[in-house]
T-cell receptor, first 112, second 113 residues
Framework: GESVGLHLPTLSVQEGDNSIINCAYSNSASDYFIWYKQESGKGPQFIID?????DKRQGQRVTVLLNKTVKHLSLQIAATQPGDSAVYFC???????????FGSGTRLLVRP | DGGITQSPKYLFRKEGQNVTLSCEQNLNHDAMYWYRQDPGQGLRLIYYSQIVNDFQKGDIAEGYSVSREKKESFPLTVTSAQKNPTAFYLC????????????FGPGTRLLVL
């Protein structure tokens, strides 16, 4: 389940289960959304993106869902593996031409 | 790391010293960014540049300076005016088109001696 840690909310899941990480975005003008994965001591890595003309997009073991009505974005990871343990950030483009607005992040812990 | 390099990986700063963090990209991107990340926190924008010889302050620019003399390079100087410089610094780049991904470098961890 989810819990709020000292800084980042944490999601703990059993290896092999599916994970769902949620993000509430802030700007109604946003039409581009990205999920990043950041492992400890490394830079954020692009996972998947979605544009506002879609409500679902699938990649390899990952799916992003977009609900523009409630300004909600989610990342689903199928068959979660230990290598999925990381901090996950969502980002939106707001009304800027190229700058991104980043969410505060969710830590995913995978239990063996 | 998508063609973006940052150096050094670790940097130590003495009190009152200015230090410069390097960021180079070979993605032919016009826009480059510097972010600061504190432990357990998200990303905060320090400076960004959309084209050579032009840059703008982000949300936490005080105590930092940048230059953009070449498209490929966007160095960040942490000046002595930055009183709490210990953090993880991330450089990113993107095209200037709306709705394009930012790609990040591996980061530089700055520590104060």
């Amino acid at each position: 389940g989810e819990s709020v840690g000292l800084h980042l909310p944490t999601l703990s899941v059993q290896e092999g289960d599916n994970s769902i990480i949620n993000c509430a975005y802030s700007n109604s003008a946003s039409d581009y959304f990205i999920w990043y994965k950041q492992e400890s001591g490394k830079g954020p890595q692009f996972i998947i993106d979605i544009r506002s003309n879609m409500d679902k997009r699938q990649g390899q073991r990952v799916t992003v869902l977009l609900n523009k009505t409630v300004k909600h974005l989610s990342l689903q990871i199928a068959a979660t593996q230990p290598g999925d343990s990381a901090v996950y950030f969502c980002a939106e483009n707001g009304d800027s031409s190229y700058k991104l607005i980043f969410g505060s992040g969710t830590r995913l812990l995978v239990r063996p | 790391d998508g063609g973006i390099t940052q150096s050094p990986k670790y940097l130590f700063r003495k009190e009152g010293q200015n230090v410069t963090l390097s960021c180079e990209q070979n993605l032919n991107h016009d826009a480059m960014y510097w972010y600061r990340q504190d432990p357990g926190q998200g990303l905060r924008l320090i400076y960004y540049s959309q084209i050579v010889n032009d840059f703008q302050k982000g949300d936490i620019a005080e105590g930092y300076s940048v230059s953009r003399e070449k498209k490929e390079s966007f160095p960040l100087t942490v000046t002595s005016a930055q009183k709490n410089p210990t953090a993880f610094y991330l450089c990113a780049s993107s095209s200037r088109e709306r709705g394009e991904t930012q790609y990040f470098g591996p980061g530089t961890r700055l520590l104060v001696l």
